[in-house]
């Protein structure tokens, strides 16, 4: 484990054992790391415990065993929704926006979910005209998701992740949905974000060249996480 002032969230032995139908050890003890403004993969089979790793990763599972740490100090399980809203930010595979919702309302939601102002004059509206004007989504902000491509919506699944300013964004599958050339802009365009906004990113994907792209990766199998 590289330990560097530079690290900003890294993982340590971190074992997952699911019991049900039968014990299977999905997670023998993996550890990683990503620097501030690091890009990283992690590629593997299906069923190999990618998603999961991503899941312990957010918080939004628990691991048997092993520890998280962010700024090098490890992470009290006490503060974990604090940690998600303020520190992480997500994007999933199916986008998980409000169908019925504006483009720009999803968005906004999230920085009300952090406890801050939405007003047209505030500097959350704000960051949210210029994440969408990044994403080229500008024209589409009023309109409902329900009536975007697959495309526009990885898109907006994207600028939300930003909303509050994370220091870290955790990305399963994004591209696994799209069309290779819906596929191609989604990818570069999160990878050009967060080194223009220098967010650290992990990246589950079976996209290989898009995991290629990423500065550092990571294939799992059989339970185990090596570094490429």
């Known amino acids: 484990m590289k330990e560097e002032s530079s690290v900003i969230f890294a993982a340590r032995d971190i074992v997952k054992t699911f019991s049900y139908p039968e014990k299977v050890e999905l997670l023998k003890g993996v550890s990683l790391y990503v620097s501030r403004g690091e890009s990283v993969s992690i590629t593997g089979p299906s069923g190999s415990g990618k998603s999961t790793i991503l899941s312990i990763l957010g918080t939004l599972d628990k691991a048997d065993s092993g520890k998280l740490f962010l700024f090098g100090k490890s992470l009290p399980k006490r503060n974990f929704s604090k940690i998600r809203n303020k520190n992480i930010g997500f994007i999933y ?30 500097e959350a509206y704000t960051l ?6 990044g994403m080229n989504l500008l024209h589409r902000k009023d309109f409902t998701t329900k009536l975007l491509s697959g495309g526009e919506k990885a898109r907006v699944s994207i600028a939300r ?22 596929a191609a802009l989604v990818q570069d365009l999160l990878l050009e974000t967060c080194k223009e906004l220098n967010k650290s990113l992990i990246v589950v994907t079976h996209n290989l060249p898009f995991a290629r792209q990423c500065d550092r990766g990571y294939s799992i199998l059989d339970g185990n996480l090596t570094e490429n």
Request: glycine share 4%; proline share 3%; charged share 25%.
């Open 161 to 182: 992740a930003f909303m509050n300013d994370p220091e870290i964004i955790l990305a399963d599958e994004p591209t696994g949905n799209l069309d290779e050339e819906a």
């Open 93 to 122: 595979q199916n986008h998980n926006l409000l169908d019925e919702y504006t483009v720009m309302e999803n968005l906004l939601i999230k920085a009300q979910i952090g406890r801050r102002s939405i007003s047209k004059n505030s």
């Open 128 to 133: 949210a005209l210029s994440l969408l004007e």
